[in-house]
C-alpha cells in the first residue's frame, strides 16, 4: 500500500498508509474540519467530524450528493456509541455480538448528542456502527469524536473497495487518502432500525438477515415499522411545526424570517443562515436554524436560496419540509 503521494492523480488527495504518523495527519485534519478518505471492512468511508456542521456540508460538496441523507456516525466503541444514541436490551446484545463489524444500529439519539443535525438530517434518530478495521478505529481514537462517513465516492457511482477508486473518483475534492488495502466485505453495512422488542431492516448489507434475526426475531419492512425514522425513508425527514414559506421576499405579521446573504431592504432577519452567502455554511446552519425558529414561531418565510451546489440539496430539504407540514395540518 502506498505510504506517500507519488502514485496519486495529479490534483489529488496524497495518499498514506496505516503507519502512526499517516494516522496522527488524518486526525489533525479531522479535527480541523478536513475531509479524509478511510478503510473500512465493508467500503472506503469519506469521513468528517460528525460534530462540526461545516464539515459535514463539505461532505455533500464533494460527492455532490444530491439531498440530505442522513449519514452514518462511525465510533470507535459501544461505550462511545452510547453518547450518543439510546440503547434498547435489544440493541446493546447486537451491538455486543456484531460491533466491531458491519452493522449499523439505528436507535433514538440523545437529546444532548453532540452530533451535527446536518449529519442526521434533521431526524429524532441516529445511525452508529463500530467499523472492524483497526486502522480506522485507531484515526477515531486520535479524533476523539464520531465521524460521518459515507462511502468514498461520487453520488450515484460504485462504492470504492480501494484507495485507488477513492483516489480516481474524488482525489482532487479531499485532503487526504488512507490506504488501508482492499475492503474484506466490499458492500455496504446491513442498517437497522431498533426498538424495544424487534427490528426493521433498512438496508441489507453485509451482515446476513439470518444472522441478525437469531437475535431479533423475523425483521419487519419499513412500510411496517410503525413510525420508523431512520436513513433511507427519506420522507420522513425533519419537518418544522411550523409552515414554511419559501422564496419569501419580506416576512408577514407572526413569521420569523430566515435569510440568505444579504436581506431584502427594510428587512430585518431572524436569523440568517449565511450572511456571506455561502452555500456551505447555509447548509451546516440549516436544521439548527429551523429547530430554532419552530420554537419561537408558527411560520417561517425563508429567502430565495439559489439552487446551484449545495443550493439543490438546501431547496430540496425546504420543499419536502413545505409538503410534510401541509401533510401534517400545520
Known amino acids: 500500500m502506498n505510504s506517500d503521494s507519488h502514485n496519486a492523480p495529479r490534483g489529488a488527495a496524497p495518499i498514506v498508509g496505516v503507519d502512526p504518523a499517516s494516522l496522527d495527519r488524518a486526525a489533525a485534519i479531522l479535527r480541523a474540519g478536513g475531509l479524509v478518505a478511510v478503510p473500512t471492512e465493508t467500503v472506503y468511508g469519506l469521513a468528517a467530524d460528525a460534530t462540526n456542521g461545516a464539515a459535514v456540508a463539505a461532505i455533500y460538496t464533494a460527492k455532490g450528493r444530491p439531498s440530505f441523507n442522513p449519514l452514518i456516525s462511525h465510533v470507535a466503541s459501544l461505550a462511545m456509541a452510547e453518547e450518543l444514541a439510546h440503547f434498547s436490551p435489544l440493541a446493546r446484545r447486537l451491538a455486543e455480538h456484531f460491533w466491531p463489524g458491519p452493522l449499523t444500529l439505528v436507535l433514538p439519539r440523545k437529546t444532548k448528542c453532540p452530533v451535527s443535525d446536518l449529519a442526521t438530517a434533521g431526524l429524532p434518530s441516529i445511525g452508529v456502527r463500530v467499523p472492524q478495521h483497526i486502522a480506522t478505529l485507531e484515526i477515531i481514537r486520535r479524533v476523539g469524536r464520531p465521524l460521518a462517513a ?3 465516492n ?6 470504492p473497495t480501494t484507495a485507488a477508486h477513492v483516489a ?4 482532487p475534492r479531499i485532503d487526504l ?6 475492503c474484506s466485505a466490499g458492500v455496504e453495512s446491513t442498517i437497522i432500525a431498533v426498538g424495544e422488542t424487534g427490528a ?5 448489507g453485509a451482515i446476513a438477515r439470518a444472522d441478525i434475526e437469531l437475535f431479533t426475531g ?3 419492512s419499513p412500510d411496517a415499522s410503525d413510525g420508523v ?3 433511507g425513508m427519506m420522507k420522513r425527514h425533519y419537518a418544522p411545526r411550523a409552515r414554511l414559506r419559501l422564496d419569501a421576499m419580506n416576512a408577514s405579521d407572526g413569521e420569523a424570517f430566515l435569510a440568505f446573504g444579504a436581506p431584502p431592504p427594510g428587512v430585518l432577519p431572524s436569523l440568517n443562515l449565511s450572511i456571506r452567502g455561502d452555500l456551505a455554511e447555509a447548509a451546516s446552519n440549516l436544521f439548527a436554524m429551523l429547530r430554532t425558529l419552530d420554537v419561537s414561531h408558527d411560520a417561517i418565510a425563508v429567502q430565495t436560496i439559489p439552487e446551484s451546489g449545495l443550493g439543490e440539496a438546501i431547496n430540496d430539504r425546504l420543499r419536502r419540509g ?5 401533510e401534517s395540518g400545520v
Open 218 to 220: 423475523p425483521l419487519a
Open 150 to 152: 459515507p462511502s468514498a
Open 168 to 171: 480516481s473518483g474524488l482525489g
Open 154 to 159: 461520487p453520488s450515484e457511482a460504485l462504492s
Open 229 to 231: 425514522v431512520a436513513p
Open 200 to 204: 426493521v431492516l433498512l438496508r441489507p
Open 322 to 326: 413545505t409538503l410534510l407540514s401541509r
Open 177 to 182: 487518502i488512507v490506504d488501508g488495502g482492499a
